[in-house]
């Protein structure tokens, strides 16, 4: 059974940085296509990045493009999201999903099997 659980979210200046994780308790995740997603307050959810089973390839959304990466470790049990020069327009609930198929579209949160609990990321002066 995967049990995604993230963490690392929290309140930060604009131009700021913080690091999400997501783990799996199972520590199966290595099997798995990765994607973040976020929802801000009345809108709707909305892909972030994700990064492929083998890690060879990342995509991600365009207004993230330069700022954020995503990466797994070394063991591939935990995928990372390296959120930097961070834009009140970033605030949300980011959570991270994981899918079995590498080759259908990544953007599309009905593509993916499971899901972690969220993490808030707030950007505020």
């Known amino acids: 059974q995967v049990r995604l659980v993230e963490s690392g979210g929290g309140l930060v200046q604009p131009g700021g940085s913080l690091r999400l994780s997501c783990e799996d308790s199972?520590?199966?995740?290595?099997?798995?296509?990765v994607g973040w997603f976020r929802q801000a307050p009345g809108q709707e959810r909305e892909f972030v990045a994700a990064i492929t089973s083998n890690s060879v390839l990342a995509s991600y959304r365009d207004s993230v493009k330069g700022r954020f990466t995503i990466s797994r470790d070394n063991a591939g049990n935990t995928v990372y999201l390296q959120m930097n020069f961070l834009k009140p327009e970033d605030t949300g609930v980011y959570s991270c999903?994981?899918?079995?198929?590498?080759?259908?579209?990544?953007?599309?949160?009905?593509?993916?099997?499971?899901w972690g609990q969220g993490t808030q990321v707030t950007v505020s002066s």
């Open positions: 999903a994981a899918s079995l198929n590498d080759f259908n579209s990544h953007h599309n949160p009905a593509n993916y099997n499971y």
């Open positions: 199972g520590r199966t995740l290595t099997a798995y296509r």
